[in-house]
Structure formats: C-alpha cells, structure tokens
Nanobody, 127 residues
Framework: QVQFVESGGGLAELGGSLRLSCTAP????????IGWFRQAPGKEREGVSCSSSGVVDTSYADSVKGRFTISRDNAKNTVYLEMNSLKPEDTAVYYC????????????????????WGQGTQVTVSS
C-alpha cells in the first residue's frame, strides 16, 4: 500500500521559515503531479501548492504566493515545500499527495483528485 510521508513541521515564530519534505517509500513521485494541502482545526482541507510531473510547472494558493516555494528532487524521490514569512494563519497540519487524474497542476486544487495521503506534519506559527 502506498503512503506518503511528510516531515519537517514544527514550531516557528511569526516571520520564520520551515521546509517540509514529502517522500513515498517504494513509489516514484516522478510521474505524478504532487500537491501540498493543509487543514487547520475546524476548517476544510485546502490546496496550498502543486508541482507538475515532468515539467517545471507549479501552482500556489493566493494566500501563500510569494512566501512558499515547491520543488522536487527526483534523485531523492522527494518534494519540498519551503515556507517563508510564516504567519499564524499558516498553522495547520500539512499533507502531500499524488494527483491520479492529471499530471499538470491547475490553479484550483481539489482533494478528491489526490490519493496516497500521509499522516501529515504539524506546522504551528506563534505570534
């Protein structure tokens, strides 16, 4: 059974930075669009960023544009989410998953297109 593994979360101060990692033991991320989502307490899961398969093609939610950067290292089979200028509203559990319906990212990320969700990694930003 494929399951993604997220890591790198933790506690950050307002304006701080964290780098999240997403990997999938025994499963190649190369052929899939990979998305990062987040879910804050009492809120729905929302798409944060997506990295397309095979091309340098990414998308970001408006709330994180200019602050977050998604990237891939195919040799390490890992997708990263670099988060800078963190705000308290970025506090959430962050998840990564593979898009099974399309290989290219689109602006609107819908969770039902994604699979192989991990357990998530908690990000907490203090003010």
């Amino acid at each position: 059974q494929v399951q993604f593994v997220e890591s790198g979360g933790g506690l950050a101060e307002l304006g701080g930075s964290l780098r999240l990692s997403c990997t999938a033991p025994g499963f190649s991320l190369r052929g899939y669009a990979i998305g990062w989502f987040r879910q804050a307490p009492g809120k729905e899961r929302e798409g944060v960023s997506c990295s397309s398969s095979g091309v340098v093609d990414t998308s970001y939610a408006d709330s994180v544009k200019g602050r977050f950067t998604i990237s891939r290292d195919n040799a390490k089979n890992t997708v990263y989410l670099e988060m800078n200028s963190l705000k308290p509203e970025d506090t959430a559990v962050y998840y990564c998953a593979a898009n099974l319906m399309r290989s290219r990212c689109i602006t609107t990320m819908t969770s039902h297109e994604y699979a192989y969700w991990g357990q998530g990694t908690q990000v907490t930003v203090s003010s």
